[in-house]
């Protein structure tokens, strides 16, 4: 499995830990939209799309099955969202 493109969307959204959201591409064939970048308390990292199934919970709808494919997603998704050239958009 290879990641071959990465498309970040950055927010700005005053006082929120959300980011950006991400849209990475695999094997030319397979695209996962909304993934959520996230300010956590020590670094950045990357929330999987999620769909709400109570009033309290949350559920993914895809995410990796094992540590070092959610590691090599993290790794394409925030390389491209700390280049420079990818633009910050204000809401």
Excluded: Q
Aim: one cysteine or more; aromatic letters at 6%.
């Amino acid at each position: 499995m290879e990641i071959t493109r990465v498309h970040v969307h950055k927010v700005d959204r005053e006082g929120s830990r959300l980011k950006g959201y991400a849209t990475v591409t695999i094997d030319d064939c397979f695209v996962v939209s909304n993934i959520r970048i996230i300010e956590g308390e020590n670094r950045l990292f990357c929330a999987m799309p999620s769909r709400k199934v109570s009033d309290d919970k949350f559920e993914d709808i895809v995410h990796p099955t094992n540590s070092e494919t959610r590691e090599m997603f993290e790794k394409a998704i925030l390389e491209e969202y700390k280049n420079p050239t990818v633009k910050e958009e204000t809401e």
